[in-house]
């Protein structure tokens, strides 16, 4: 059970890594390295527990692969192991396929037991990353949620959102028939329609009115094919929080912001000679571009000083992104367009199955709409990316770590049961296959499946690697 996988994040103190380009990369590499004993290791447990429910001998637990650089056996003579390599990790049962077995533990060997429980033991892994995720959103939901009303600032001038009669001051109270009390709601619904041709559906209502009004904004292939995607600026929508004066409340340690000299109080005027009138203005010009040094114009204390600013290049779930760290000086009035949800543990473990099924299904839909071209195979990430992504998830606070750890462990669990021979998914294929035909899958077709799985899986590898290389 090997499993290509990426690393992700973990929760260590900013201030320890503040300075220099060395204690930099330290960090990331420590935080991925963290995450990944989390991930794998509560992947690899699914099918570790499982099968020794099963009465299978397991022989070895190993995050990592290669040579272990530290092992320790429990009393079953199973050899935990950490291992130099960090794409995944393994459980190697007893199996007669890859050793001598005695007679004495056939009862013990993996390809004995009957086909329900081998399927049992294959599926426990992305099941477990599943479970994992569950606790995690169980967690932020109990640790109550906030976000923005989602209420329209600004329409361009001939923008689809105008076209379809959206006007500043309405919320989007829905999207496609679906509930959406916060921005990050309206954003994750718009998401699923990416590559889409129709209409998207906005039922809206003004602040003073009851009545609802429906408003459907006609896409064909929308956004199709953009490495960088902002969703809603495709619709020519400005949320109303944005716009706000882009004064600094806040410079985030090690970024990009501060990197070129900036500080809270800090009153942005300009870029590249542009100015700036609000801070939707702001996040949209450093939006589009990603690893570009702009120059920015500020006031500070009466004076007027000019940098040079060259935002971070951000991997976001539709799309890569510019972001220099900095948080806008919001009024107080803006505090009002705040919603808070408090949950019970009841009621926040149903939230967190059903956020946790959204996901899976987005996953599966993105990766059709990969596959068919609706999205840009550039959209695609490996292990670089995903490390820098762990590393902002940490810089942004605990929930927004553990929302990323949550979010990757169902694209983990998604991943392993794809079809795809040397995957989960593939195992149990061929598993299914000889549960309905009450034999094994003949040896020669595994075999090719194998081969044919390896160059698959070593393809969208270095897809992957090869996208991070180009984001650099």
Not at 448 to 461: C, E, H, K
Request: glycine share 10%; proline share 6%; aromatic share 8%.
């Amino acid at each position: 059970m090997r499993h290509p996988i990426a690393g992700t994040g973990a929760a260590l103190a900013r201030g320890l890594f503040a300075g220099g380009r060395f204690v930099s990369i330290i960090y990331t590499i420590a935080v991925t390295l963290l995450a990944l004993l989390i991930l794998v290791g509560v992947h690899e447990f699914g099918h570790f527990w499982v099968a020794r429910r099963c009465g299978v001998k397991v022989l070895r637990f190993s995050i990592g692969f290669g040579t272990p650089f530290f092992s320790r056996y429990d009393k079953h003579g199973t050899e935990f192991a950490l291992a130099p390599i960090p794409l995944g990790g393994y459980v190697k049962m007893l199996d007669r396929r890859d050793v001598d077995v005695a007679p004495e533990d056939e009862p013990f060997e993996f390809t004995q037991k009957p086909v329900l429980q081998r399927i049992a033991i294959l599926a426990a892994g992305p099941m477990a990353n599943f479970i994992f995720a569950i606790a995690a959103y169980w967690f932020l939901f109990m640790a109550g949620e906030s976000g923005y009303a989602p209420v329209v600032g600004k329409v361009e001038t001939g923008s689809p959102a105008e076209i379809a009669g959206l006007e500043p001051g309405q919320e989007i109270i829905a999207v496609d028939g679906v509930d959406t009390p916060t921005w990050q709601a309206v954003m994750f619904q718009l998401m699923r329609r990416i590559g889409d041709t129709g209409e998207l559906r906005f039922t809206v209502q003004y602040a003073d009115s009851d009545m609802q009004y429906s408003s459907n904004v006609a896409v064909e292939r929308w956004l199709s094919g953009d490495e960088q995607v902002n969703m809603l600026r495709g619709l020519g929508l400005t949320p109303r929080v944005s716009m706000v004066e882009p004064k600094l409340e806040e410079v985030a340690a090690g970024s990009a912001a501060e990197r070129a000299g900036l500080q809270v109080g800090d009153l942005l005027l300009s870029m590249d000679g542009q100015p700036l009138g609000d801070w939707a203005a702001l996040v949209a010009y450093v939006q589009a571009r990603p690893d570009r040094p702009i120059v920015l114009v500020f006031e500070r204390d009466g004076q007027i000083i000019d940098t040079t600013v060259v935002p971070e290049r951000i991997k976001g779930d539709a799309g890569d992104y510019g972001r220099i760290g900095v948080k806008p000086s919001v009024p107080e009035s803006s505090d009002e367009q705040i919603r808070q949800f408090e949950r019970g543990p009841i009621a926040s473990l149903i939230a967190a199955t059903k956020r946790t099924g959204d996901v899976v299904m987005l996953t599966l839909e993105s990766l059709k709409k990969m596959l068919t071209g609706l999205i840009s195979h550039k959209n695609l990430s490996g292990p670089i990316t995903i490390a820098k992504v762990a590393t902002q998830s940490v810089q942004s606070g605990l929930e927004a770590y553990i929302g990323f750890l949550a979010l990757l462990s169902v694209s983990i669990g998604v991943l392993n049961l794809l079809p795809i021979p040397l995957l989960d998914g593939g195992h149990l294929l061929f598993y299914t296959v000889e549960l309905l035909r009450g034999k094994p899958v003949p040896e020669n077709i595994q075999v090719l499946g194998y081969q044919l799985g390896l160059f698959l899986i070593l393809g969208i590898m270095m897809l992957a690697l090869y996208n991070d290389f180009t984001r650099l």
